[in-house]
């Protein structure tokens, strides 16, 4: 928390928390007046900000949050339509962040390997099983990386975790610790967050 609370900060339009930019969303106002998220922040011109939370999304659109922030009364914004773009650009970042762990080996997938990789004294972060994996092996890999204190989470199916990494359906994967282990778990959290709020 103490790193993150450095840098620009900037207020939640619905609670009026101010917290250190990177931890919460942006908004941008599009020309044809919708409310876009800008979850890079890269996006020019005038920003809105709420918290990373679907009640604090849901409060912006309900209070006319946007309107102050944006100072423009007729634009158009719906709750459900930013958290779908949210969502997407949650799982795009888990994706990119696939796609450079296993770029730079740091990913393992395949349920032998990460058993194996469990068994041994590991360097590994975190773990993402399928939600559709098989209940055997799940609980297997569940059980063998809460005994070395290893994050794990279940998300996404097979067939959207073999597609986030360009290959057939994959029930496991692992991601070796380090900055991108990191920045992943950061978004898994987010992810779940979103899911579950919902
Ligand atoms: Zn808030």
Excluded at 49 to 59: E, W
């Amino acid at each position: 928390m103490s790193v993150a609370e450095k840098g620009p900060q900037r207020t939640c339009v619905a609670c009026r928390l101010t917290k250190n930019k990177k931890e919460l969303v942006r908004y941008v106002l599009a020309p044809d007046k919708s409310v876009l998220v800008d979850y890079r922040q890269h996006l020019p011109g005038r920003g809105g900000y709420t918290c990373f939370s679907v009640t604090c999304i849901q409060d912006a659109v309900k209070r006319n949050g946007f309107q102050r922030c944006f100072k423009t009364q007729n634009l158009s914004v719906d709750a459900e339509q930013l958290l779908g773009q949210l969502t997407t650009a949650v799982d795009q970042k888990v994706v990119s962040l696939l796609g450079m762990a296993r770029k730079s080996g740091q990913l393992i997938s395949g349920s032998n390997a990460i058993i194996e990789a469990l068994r041994k004294t590991t360097t590994i972060a975190l773990v993402v099983l399928a939600a559709d994996i098989s209940a055997a092996i799940g609980r297997k890999i569940e059980l063998l990386a809460e005994r070395s204190d290893i994050y794990c989470v279940r998300l996404y199916g097979k067939q959207q975790l073999g597609q986030m990494l360009g290959k057939e359906e994959r029930s496991v994967i692992a991601v070796q610790a380090g900055k991108l282990a990191d920045s992943l778990l950061n978004e898994l959290h987010r992810h779940r967050q979103l899911v579950r709020e919902n």
